[in-house]
């Protein structure tokens, strides 16, 4: 062959190549609950590699903190028999899901990308429906963390706390000199946040378990539990009048900015820090909270694929999932996010001390038996037990309610869930 069929050949195939790739090509609507800038800054990064491989992202945000109303959008569209690419979704409801038979298989996926090496068996568990892929995992968040100003505690000469009496005696300290001690956000899912990083800590593995997952009637009106919320009451009056409605990243914001002296959240708060370019161990400390530095409260973000007719959308799901699990991502985007890699055997090297703590304490968790999955988080209970619980909490919480009524409320609330 001489050289000019050699290169029409070749051109030929270069054409050929790229009209396969095209027609594989497709697009991704991706409904998510990831607004704020450390978050947008994360699934940027999806989108990045997507639109690399000739797929289209269709950005399908909804604004809410813990997804809830990213759900009720989800629920009509698939409803209306209209469902998106890609949805993000977590724990039982998963299941749930599965349930309705609307959800496309990922097995080849795993099967390719050795899935069930790669991923701990209590992620990879809850990424299954009768025993197939249906989701993908992105990440794991610790719940049990509270963020620190140092610079507002040395003004106020207090020491971050590792117990609730320690805490007391900052937290006063902090009041006293002036400044807001506990930056907190008026929602109902943020205050079940702090509300079970108390219980696990106060209360040890087995008895969150008893009662943030099994939901046990007897034990959500123990002694133990009257105790808990005692300590969640207490909280209250650290906290500022604005507090009602306040966004998540917005009380971060208060802790970043030295107007507040701590924040109980899970660690998608320290995507915010880097956001605001502040150092850690500097500018900011990461501690578990008080009494809990044993425990792992994990949520586990994750996204499911609909069944779509589409065979482009269809070649689009299939690269989304792999891309998601492949190293590259897993780092690039738990950097920014603040969580850690769901897949094991990642390295180590482009991730903080605090990153590293939570690896650590992972893997340490799942040994002891104090790796538990987050009520708040939607990774425990199903929906209508954790909508149960929090409307008790939240009561308690804005109300004048006593905490001996409030566990006993909270029994009866789960009784009538069940």
């Not at 999806?46 to 399908?60: I, P, R, S, V």
């Not at 906290?239 to 660690?267: C, E, H, S, Y």
């Not at 094991?344 to 939570?358: E, N, Q």
């Amino acid at each position: 062959m001489n050289r000019k069929r050699l290169g029409l050949a070749v051109m030929v195939g270069l054409l050929v190549g790229l009209v396969a790739v095209s027609a594989l090509a497709g697009e991704v609507e991706v409904l998510h609950w990831w607004t704020s800038g450390g978050e947008a800054r994360s699934v940027a990064v999806l989108k990045k590699l997507l639109e690399q491989e000739g797929h289209t992202w269709k950005d399908f945000a909804v604004a809410g903190g813990a997804g809830d109303n990213a759900m009720t959008v989800l629920r009509s569209r698939v409803v209306s028999g209209n469902p998106p690419t890609a949805a993000q979704v977590k724990g039982p409801q998963i299941q749930q899901w599965g349930d309705e038979g609307v959800l496309t298989n990922l097995d080849a996926v795993a099967q390719a990308g050795n899935w069930d090496n790669l991923l701990p068996k209590v992620v990879a568990d809850v990424m299954k429906y009768q025993d197939h892929y249906v989701a993908v995992p992105v990440n794991v968040h610790r719940i049990n963390w509270m963020w620190c100003n140092p610079e507002v505690f040395r003004k106020a000469g207090a020491k971050i706390p590792t117990t609730w009496k320690a805490f007391d005696e900052a937290a006063a300290k902090i009041q006293k000199a002036g400044m807001i001690p506990v930056a907190m956000g008026g929602q109902n899912w943020q205050e079940a946040t702090l509300f079970e990083s108390i219980v696990v800590g106060v209360g040890g593995p087995e008895f969150y378990h008893k009662t943030m997952v099994a939901a046990d009637p007897a034990a959500l009106q123990s002694p133990k539990m009257v105790e808990c919320l005692k300590i969640l009451k207490n909280i209250k009056q650290y906290t500022d009048r604005d507090a009602p409605g306040r966004d998540w990243n917005l009380a971060t914001a208060m802790v970043i900015n030295g107007k507040a002296a701590m924040q109980f959240m899970g660690d998608w708060a320290k995507g915010e820090f880097i956001a605001a370019g502040k150092s850690n161990g500097v500018d900011y400390v990461a501690v578990p909270v008080p009494q809990s530095s044993g425990e792992f409260l994990f949520n586990v973000d994750s996204f499911i694929m609909f069944q779509v007719a589409d065979k482009g959308a269809q070649e689009a799901q299939q690269a989304m999932a792999r891309l998601i699990m492949e190293p590259r991502f897993q780092e690039v985007f738990n950097v920014n996010k603040g969580s850690i890699p769901c897949r094991l055997g990642m390295s180590r090297a482009a991730f903080d001390d605090v990153a590293l703590r939570s690896m650590d304490e992972f893997a340490s968790a799942a040994a002891s038996g104090a790796l538990l999955p987050s009520m708040a988080h939607e990774m425990a209970v199903v929906p209508a037990i954790r909508g149960a619980m929090f409307d008790v909490i939240t009561n308690y919480y804005n109300s004048d309610m006593k905490a001996e009524q409030a566990a006993k409320s909270l029994a009866s609330a789960v009784k009538a869930a069940i």
